[in-house]
Structures are given as structure tokens and as C-alpha cells.
């Protein structure tokens, strides 16, 4: 499981995290072994924070990812090469509420030493632990517009910030 990856630090990382993010996805993964969930995700960042590396994510409260997120005090970014979009694709289609994701999609969890899920298929993966969080809200948006197309709703996120713990990088 965890032999096929390498861990490398945040500084060899390499990675634009602009496209890694925003063009070819993620999931976010929180929970445990046997009670766990998985999402897609093209909203986030990587950087450094209160002398610290760190990521953060945004999931929305009817996310049924939300329930682990909150419940867990750690979560897991994973990236995946092209060939795996259809991954990527229905893991953001379905939800875990209904649908088995893993077994629909064929991924391949393991427990990484942190205890942590991660993906046999993933070419990247980032172990982060919450260090803070707080809620999108509208009355701080500066550009109202914002607002108004992302969240005609009103369903705004919640944001977390993880400190980078470990990054593993297939072999």
C-alpha cells in the first residue's frame, strides 16, 4: 500500500497547485477505516500559514463528506493522473449517502500510517490535520457579485485549514 508512494516535503512538492486544484481535481477524504467518505473538489489552496504549510478546503454543509470533515480531526487530499478523471467525475456526481463510491469507481483505500485514507490509484496524496475552521458568510463578501452567482442559494461553505503533515508521491 503505502510502498508505492515516497514521502517528499512540502518544498519538493513541484506541483502548481493552481492548476493541481482548480483544472485537475481532487478528493477530499475524511474519516476512518470502514467509515469514511469521498468528494471531488476543485476549490482549495496550498500554502504556508502561521509557519506552517498548509491546505485548505471547502465543503458545503449538504455535502455528506461535511459529516466527516467535521468529525474527524484530519483529512486527505488526493490527485490523480488524467486517465483517472472518470474517478474524479463520479466521486462529484454521487453521493456517498446513496451509492458505494468506492466499489462503483474501483478504488483502492488503504489506512496510510498516520491512519489516514488514501487511494492506490492517487499519483499524490496530502495528509493534513484541521487546525482551524470557520464558515463563508455573506455579509464579508467585498465583491457582492460573488455572492450572488456563487450562492443564489445561499448554501455558502464551510472552510477548513489543514497543516500539511505528510505528502506521499507514487513511486
Not at 105 to 126: C, D, E, H, V, Y
Request: glycine share 8%; net charge positive; charged share 25%.
Amino acid at each position: 500500500m503505502i510502498e508505492q508512494f515516497i514521502e517528499i516535503s512540502p518544498n519538493e512538492m513541484g506541483e502548481n497547485a493552481i492548476s493541481l486544484i482548480g483544472k485537475e481535481w481532487m478528493l477530499i477524504t475524511a474519516g476512518q477505516e470502514g467509515n469514511f467518505n469521498t468528494m471531488t473538489a476543485s476549490w482549495g489552496g496550498l500554502g504556508y500559514l502561521w509557519k506552517l504549510p498548509v491546505a485548505f478546503i471547502f465543503v458545503r454543509p449538504q455535502r455528506f463528506t461535511y459529516q466527516f470533515t467535521e468529525n474527524f480531526p484530519n483529512f486527505s487530499l488526493s490527485f490523480f493522473d488524467k486517465k483517472d478523471r472518470k474517478i474524479l467525475n463520479y466521486c462529484g456526481e454521487n453521493s456517498g449517502r446513496d451509492v458505494d463510491k468506492i466499489k462503483e469507481t474501483g478504488l483502492s483505500a488503504f489506512k496510510s500510517p498516520s491512519g489516514n485514507i488514501l487511494f492506490q490509484q492517487a499519483r499524490m496524496q496530502i495528509e493534513c490535520t484541521k487546525i482551524y475552521s470557520d464558515d463563508i458568510r455573506q455579509s464579508n463578501f467585498i465583491i457582492p457579485a460573488i455572492d450572488q452567482k456563487i450562492y443564489p442559494q445561499k448554501d455558502y461553505h464551510r472552510f477548513y485549514i489543514g497543516k500539511i503533515n505528510h505528502i506521499w508521491k507514487r513511486k
